[in-house]
């Protein structure tokens, strides 16, 4: 059975710019989440998506991020404009049920420099 | 204020000595509750779980936990580390009826002396 799929692994920009993420979850997964993970820190939850309507975003700085999930599947994590702060990796994660027990990618990791 | 706390920052063992990684929480009821380890450069991966029932469970890898709830504990476990156990672990909960929304405490890396 196949992960949940992540692109780009690593990402370097300038403050100001703009990014995206991408994530592709497990296969019959409704639930989709996306984490930020600050250095030293434990993940912190931005978004959940049960198929493609949002259960949780409240923790999600809206000013410059979004996120979306169309069909309820593949899911688009954007920043715009970037911060210093934004730099982190971005874990991706699904879950068949809502029990707590998520399947995570591999991260993407941002430098904002 | 509700809260999962992981009161070592960084623990360092011998190989085949045991291991044990604290975990407190901080909530009117007893959450769901969860150990997840992250390896260098991956995602985490679930190493077990308690929902009710036994208070001993347990997981992958040859760990277990024991849930407390006088103490509001959920210590991670191990008789025998292994180098290859080198990671950073993270106690988590969720919230029963709140969108089972996973709470994560900062973590505890662990370093494994040969």
């Known amino acids: 059975e196949a992960g949940v799929a992540q692109s780009p692994r690593y990402k370097i920009i300038e403050k100001r710019q703009s990014v995206a993420f991408w994530c592709n979850p497990i296969s019959g997964h409704a639930t989709l989440y996306w984490y930020q993970q600050i250095l030293g820190q434990g993940p912190k939850l931005l978004i959940q998506?049960?198929?493609?309507?949002?259960?949780?975003d409240s923790q999600l700085p809206k000013d410059r991020f979004s996120a979306e999930r169309l069909k309820g599947v593949d899911s688009t994590l954007k920043i715009q404009p970037a911060k210093l702060e934004d730099s982190a990796v971005y874990l991706c994660?699904?879950?068949?049920?809502?029990?707590?027990?998520?399947?995570f990618g591999e991260g993407s990791r941002l430098t904002v420099l | 204020a509700q809260s999962v706390t992981q009161p070592d920052i960084h623990i360092t063992v011998s190989e085949g000595a045991s291991l044990e990684l604290r975990c407190n929480y901080s909530?009117?009821?007893?959450?769901?509750l969860f150990w997840y380890v992250q390896s260098p450069g991956q995602g985490l991966q679930l190493l077990l779980k308690y929902f009710s029932g036994d208070t001993l469970v347990q997981g992958i890898k040859g760990f277990e936990a024991e849930f407390k709830r006088s103490q509001s504990s959920f210590n991670l476990r191990k008789p025998s580390v292994h180098w290859s156990d080198a990671a950073e672990y993270f106690c988590a909960v969720v919230i029963r009826g709140s969108n089972y929304k996973l709470t994560f405490g900062k973590g505890t890396l662990l370093t494994v002396n040969p």
């Open positions: 909530y009117g009821a007893t959450p769901y």
């Open positions: 998506f049960q198929n493609n309507g949002v259960v949780d």
């Open positions: 994660a699904s879950s068949l049920v809502q029990t707590g027990e998520l399947f």
